[in-house]
């Protein structure tokens, strides 16, 4: 009888473990968080960074480079102080296929003015952190905004109203992609959104 | 060291014929931070009383769009410039004027239209034809030669705050791409170079574009002067003026006022000294009236001697490079004038202009206005910096000829910088900030009428580029500075630029 249960156990052991590594066979390798923001990525695009309400210019770029493995050891904690950050990786084309957000959805009662403002308090917050705003296109800056800095920290918030569309680029109220200007390390102009003077003067951050 | 910085450094070859051992030892980024090519250099010359020369800066802010300075035009190459910029940006090959480098590359060339002459203004195309004005290629700030490669796996080996317009400027006036500015590279030369003239009676360097980082140094402080002569006190004149020199001249107890007498005195004496230098009845070069220039060539500025486009014919005024520019060849001119002859008899001058306007993110051309790509505010500039350059350049002439004194025209080297290139396709409107451009260096010494360094692939996404058309530099500022040193500080009238100058090629990946 105590072989019985013994062997019993055994089994149902056994079967257990089997069971386990059957399921996990079948559902195969899963991203390592679920969260939201998280299943973000931001993919922006190589085709020149946009001024407010105006179109890019179409062309027909090169692929864009994979990412270069790290060859020196150099750690991907490196500071930079801000600055261009590593390369994005490859763009969705579509740029209506939002990353960060939706086309047509603001937060409620989140005005043009208000987006405009917590884009310029990502800014703000990134150069407090690294000592420098995030320089280069809209895709590069966003990126940046976005976890690709050497702390991974993801300033942009859509409860906030940012949104980043499927180029990669962080844009405004009316869907327009900010254009940003870099005065300094430590000054970025952001000129008004669409409509002309929707927002009052060009905000500095 | 790795093994492709190694390769790369060997490529160096102008730096190691200069016998600068210590730029192989000092830190691989800044060449010409410490200067001590130029050391090794002043110390074994002998600059002799005739032996003067001067530097002139001119900055161009906000970032010019060499893609439109020079164009490639071999067919294949002009596709791919045209396919790209077209229809915002790209000049028509047809309006391109054509250049003959007496150096081949294997590329064709031809410049932008506003840089010929109009109506009498000649402008650099004529320069470069007669060997009086070379172009060096893909300049920028680079703290490491990069590849693509590397730039994209190593962002910490670049240059910090790329694309950034005060972050660029102070670079570029530093050389110092990786390091907190201390001091520029001209006020770096002026310390070095102050020795050989102790008693000279105005500073070495001079600037008529206001402070700037260029011309910090630890010990020469650079002068301001105005486009119409040193800021004096106004009203100030007669017994008045005794009156105060003699009130700052008076011994006080406080250390801050004593020095603020110090200085007043100083800037008084300066700005008068000065000011009858280039006024000279006898020897200066006075301007009687408005209407008459000084040389028979005008100096671009106001009326009637304005800035004429080649495109439309239309005229406007100067207002900043033309005049700075003009007033940097009466300085020259009282500079390299002995004591006797009411000059300051200076054997070393550096000088600072600029011209704004160049951060052309839209309006660079009027094709979005429903215009020609052929006008717009980019054609205006390159008219302007084309006519100045080249009245500047006439005018060292006529002072050869005022002076007798043959070799004259090598005495002076203009260059151009700017705070970056840009995109090299359009945004709709213009262009955003890039990173190598193309620039301009001039005069008599210059082995003209010849390109230096690699012009870049023009490719997006192509090998030169990091993304969206912005050249990874293929000479480092630092390149290009050293040889300007250089160049000042040497007594032999040489010609710095040669086949030497690398930087043109990448280390190998």
């Keep these: ?205 | 060291m790795d093994k492709s910085f190694a390769a790369n450094l060997s490529r160096r070859q102008f730096i190691r014929q200069a016998a600068c051992a210590a730029v192989g030892t000092t830190a691989l980024t800044s060449a010409i931070r410490d200067l001590r090519l130029m050391n090794a250099a002043v110390a074994q010359s002998n600059i002799g009383p005739t032996d003067y020369k001067a530097l002139v800066c001119i900055f161009l802010s906000g970032g010019n769009d060499s893609n439109n300075l020079i164009v490639p035009t071999l067919t294949s190459e002009y596709n791919s410039y045209s396919t790209i910029r077209t229809p915002v940006l790209a000049i028509p090959q047809s309006s391109l004027l054509p250049i003959s480098p007496l150096n081949s590359d294997g590329h064709a060339y031809g410049f932008h239209p506003c840089l010929g002459d109009v109506n009498g203004h000649n402008g650099l195309a004529d320069l470069f034809g007669a060997g009086k004005l070379a172009v060096l290629f893909n300049a920028g700030t680079l703290a490491y030669p990069l590849t693509k490669t590397q730039y994209n796996s190593f962002p910490s080996k670049r240059p910090p705050q790329l694309f950034s317009h005060a972050d660029q400027v102070t670079q570029w006036q530093t050389s110092i791409p990786d390091q907190a500015p201390l001091t520029g590279w001209g006020g770096r030369s002026a310390d070095l170079l102050n020795s050989v003239q102790p008693n000279a009676p105005v500073s070495l360097s001079v600037t008529l574009a206001g402070a700037n980082t260029f011309e910090v140094g630890t010990q020469v402080s650079q002068y301001s002067v105005s486009t119409t002569g040193a800021i004096t006190a106004q009203g100030v004149t007669g017994a008045r003026l005794t009156a105060l020199n003699n009130v700052l001249g008076l011994t006080n107890n406080n250390l801050l006022a004593q020095a603020y007498g110090g200085v007043g005195s100083h800037a008084i004496n300066t700005g008068t000294l000065l000011n009858s230098a280039i006024d000279d009845g006898t020897y200066g070069t006075k301007d009687p009236s408005s209407t008459v220039q000084f040389w028979n060539v005008p100096f671009p500025g106001a009326s009637p001697f304005q800035v004429v486009n080649p495109i439309t014919g239309s005229k406007f005024t100067s207002k900043n490079l033309g005049p700075q520019l003009k007033m940097i060849a009466r300085l020259i001119d009282a500079g390299h004038r002995s004591v006797a002859q009411k000059g300051f008899g200076m054997l070393r001058q550096i000088f600072f202009c600029s011209v704004g306007g160049y951060d052309l993110h839209s309006g660079q051309t009027d094709v979005p206005n429903g215009g020609s790509v052929l006008t717009g505010s980019h054609s205006d500039l390159f008219a302007e910096l084309s006519q100045c350059m080249w009245a500047f350049q006439s005018a060292m002439n006529q002072i050869a000829t005022k002076h007798a004194d043959p070799n004259f025209a090598q005495r002076v080297t203009a260059f151009t910088c700017s705070d970056f290139g840009r995109t090299f396709p359009s945004n709709g409107q213009g262009s955003d900030h890039g990173w190598g451009n193309h620039h301009l260096i001039m005069g008599g010494a210059v082995n003209g009428q010849r390109t230096y360094g690699a012009f870049p692939t023009l490719t997006v996404g192509g090998p030169d580029d990091t993304s969206t058309g912005r050249w990874i530099p293929t000479t480092a500022c630092d390149q290009y500075f050293a040889t300007l040193a250089r160049c000042l500080a040497s007594t032999r009238i040489i010609s710095p630029w040669s086949s030497r100058i690398s930087g043109g090629s990448r280390p190998p990946t």
């Excluded at chain 1, 590594?21 to 559902?27: E, T």
């Excluded at chain 1, 309400?53 to 480079?65: C, D, E, I, M, Y």
């Excluded at chain 1, 870099?182 to 929707?198: A, C, D, F, H, N």
Aim: glycine share 10%; aromatic share 6%; with cysteine.
């Design chain 1, 1 to 205: 009888m105590r072989v019985f249960v013994k062997i019993v156990r055994v089994l149902i052991v056994a079967g257990l473990v089997g069971y386990g590594v059957w399921w996990l066979v079948k559902r195969g390798p899963q991203p390592a968080s679920k969260s939201p923001e998280d299943s973000v990525k931001v993919t922006p695009t190589i085709s020149g960074s946009s001024t407010s309400g105006v179109p890019s210019n179409s062309l027909s770029p090169s692929p864009a480079p994979a990412k270069a493995p790290d060859q020196s050891g150099a750690s991907p904690l490196d500071a930079t102080s801000g600055g261009v950050p590593s390369t994005p990786s490859q763009p969705s084309k579509n740029p209506a296929n939002y990353v960060l957000g939706s086309p047509s959805v603001l937060p409620t009662n989140m005005s043009p003015q208000s987006v405009l403002e917590n884009a310029r308090r990502a800014i703000v917050n990134y150069g407090s952190t690294f000592d420098g705003n995030p320089v280069g296109t809209n895709p590069e800056i966003t990126s940046a905004l976005n976890g690709e800095n050497p702390k991974q920290i993801k300033f942009l918030n859509t409860d906030d109203g940012m949104r980043i569309n499927g180029a990669g680029e962080l844009v405004d109220a009316w869907g327009t992609p900010f254009f940003f200007h870099q005065l300094s390390g430590k000054e970025t102009e952001i000129p008004p959104p669409v409509p002309t003077g929707g927002c009052g003067p060009a905000m500095i951050c």
